[in-house]
């Protein structure tokens, strides 16, 4: 069927999982207070049945039919009609009796018994409309915070383009060879980023690759003043990440730890503990001047936007300038 996905499934699961408790337990509750005796059981569910059961149909139908159909369309007046009906019939077995004929000590009871289960009925479509609003509410919250992901991913893709751009461009006016090298590179880059990255999820093995090319085509831009090295440790190939979710410090580094002039270094880490994934990154601080700032920042910024949507309350982050001017970022993730 369409529409009906996984979730919506499971949600029918427990609900009628919590539904059937609540019309089970008098039974339970009558059994061990009867020491098993299965004649007032089996009168005491009939009777849970009776009265409960309208209730509970009416919640169902308004939950899976009515709200849905009616009332987020705004056809308000369709949604009173057909919930009266429901509930009319719904206890019709309660309305039919002919309450004359029964006794008066009971004729009281019995009427106490119907409005009551009028009201309960009232209180099914209550207590399924507030359900499904904190559900549309929770499914519209989630939904904002996919697109502002897919937003803030697409935002990473150009700026990556554009540096390593940049870099294959300075390349061409020195060696040709090592810029069809470079190009290919950038080829595989390319793959994995317009078709990898689709996803919200990937192995970590396949981000470690692309970062490991990625600093490997960002080096060819750097002169003998400049150190670079880069260590992945990781456990568990197959443990899912964000994709490119730490792209842009490594851009970051490159572009503020070279130096043309005194020596620089560039140190990047990740390292696997478990569930918990560690990010290091350390360059020498050199400021790029004002007129050399386009773009700055922007990527950190992103970045610490995915993980405050991804990873909330599960990340640490640690962004300072030691005494010696290294520029040092780390991330620590609870996956």
Same mark, same amino acid.
């Given at each position: +069927?369409?529409?009906?996905?996984?979730?919506?499934?499971?949600?029918?699961?427990?609900?009628?999982?919590?539904?059937? !408790?609540?019309?089970?337990?008098?039974?339970?509750?009558? %059994? @061990?207070?009867?020491?098993?005796?299965?004649?007032?059981?089996?009168?005491?569910?009939? #009777?849970?049945?009776?009265?409960?059961?309208?209730?509970?149909?009416?919640?169902?139908?308004?939950? %899976?039919?009515? @709200?849905?159909?009616?009332?987020?369309?705004?056809? %308000?007046?369709?949604?009173?009609?057909?919930?009266?009906?429901?509930?009319?019939?719904?206890?019709?077995? !309660?309305?039919? *009796?002919?309450? #004359? /004929?029964?006794?008066?000590?009971?004729?009281?009871? %019995?009427?106490?018994? +119907?409005?009551? #289960? !009028?009201?309960?009925?009232?209180?099914?479509?209550?207590?399924?409309?507030?359900?499904?609003?904190? +559900?549309?509410?929770?499914?519209? $919250?989630?939904?904002?915070?996919?697109?502002?992901?897919?937003?803030? $991913?697409?935002?990473?893709?150009?700026?990556?383009?554009?540096?390593?751009?940049? *870099?294959?461009?300075?390349? =061409?006016?020195? /060696?040709?060879?090592?810029?069809?090298?470079?190009?290919?590179?950038?080829?595989?880059?390319?793959?994995?980023?317009?078709?990898?990255? *689709?996803?919200? $999820?990937?192995?970590?093995?396949?981000?470690?690759?692309?970062?490991?090319?990625?600093?490997?085509?960002?080096?060819?831009?750097?002169?003998?003043?400049?150190?670079?090295? =880069?260590?992945?440790?990781?456990?568990?190939?197959?443990?899912?990440?964000?994709? !490119?979710?730490?792209?842009?410090? @490594?851009?970051?580094?490159?572009?503020?730890?070279?130096?043309? *002039?005194? &020596?620089?270094?560039?140190?990047?880490?990740?390292?696997? /503990?478990?569930?918990?994934?560690?990010?290091?990154?350390?360059?020498?601080?050199?400021? $790029?001047?004002?007129? /050399?700032?386009?773009?700055?920042?922007?990527?950190?910024?992103?970045?610490?936007?995915?993980?405050?949507?991804?990873? &909330?309350?599960?990340?640490?982050?640690?962004?300072?300038?030691?005494?010696?001017?290294?520029?040092?970022?780390?991330?620590?993730?609870?996956?």
């Amino acid at each position: +069927m369409n529409g009906i996905r996984g979730k919506d499934i499971w949600t029918l699961v427990a609900q009628v999982m919590i539904l059937s !408790l609540i019309m089970l337990s008098p039974g339970f509750i009558s %059994y @061990i207070s009867s020491n098993g005796d299965f004649g007032i059981v089996k009168k005491s569910l009939w #009777s849970s049945l009776y009265w409960l059961g309208p209730s509970v149909g009416v919640y169902l139908v308004n939950y %899976y039919l009515f @709200i849905p159909l009616f009332w987020f369309r705004h056809r %308000y007046w369709q949604f009173g009609v057909i919930n009266v009906v429901l509930t009319f019939l719904g206890n019709l077995h !309660l309305i039919s *009796n002919n309450i #004359s /004929d029964l006794p008066d000590t009971e004729r009281a009871g %019995y009427s106490s018994f +119907m409005i009551s #289960s !009028l009201l309960l009925c009232l209180m099914a479509i209550g207590v399924a409309l507030s359900i499904r609003y904190m +559900m549309r509410r929770q499914e519209r $919250k989630q939904k904002e915070v996919e697109a502002e992901l897919a937003w803030l $991913k697409n935002q990473i893709n150009p700026h990556f383009l554009f540096n390593t751009l940049n *870099n294959i461009s300075s390349l =061409a006016q020195i /060696d040709g060879d090592e810029t069809q090298e470079a190009i290919m590179q950038l080829s595989d880059l390319l793959r994995y980023a317009m078709y990898e990255t *689709n996803k919200s $999820k990937v192995h970590i093995d396949g981000e470690v690759e692309f970062m490991h090319n990625y600093i490997e085509l960002m080096k060819l831009r750097c002169n003998e003043m400049t150190t670079v090295s =880069a260590q992945f440790s990781i456990h568990d190939p197959h443990t899912e990440v964000p994709p !490119l979710l730490f792209i842009s410090l @490594i851009e970051n580094a490159f572009k503020h730890g070279m130096n043309s *002039n005194e &020596p620089a270094t560039i140190d990047i880490r990740l390292t696997q /503990d478990g569930d918990h994934l560690v990010f290091n990154c350390d360059n020498t601080n050199n400021p $790029k001047p004002t007129k /050399d700032r386009s773009g700055s920042g922007i990527g950190l910024e992103n970045t610490r936007r995915r993980l405050d949507l991804l990873y &909330p309350g599960r990340y640490i982050w640690e962004q300072t300038i030691t005494e010696e001017n290294i520029y040092h970022v780390k991330i620590a993730i609870q996956l």
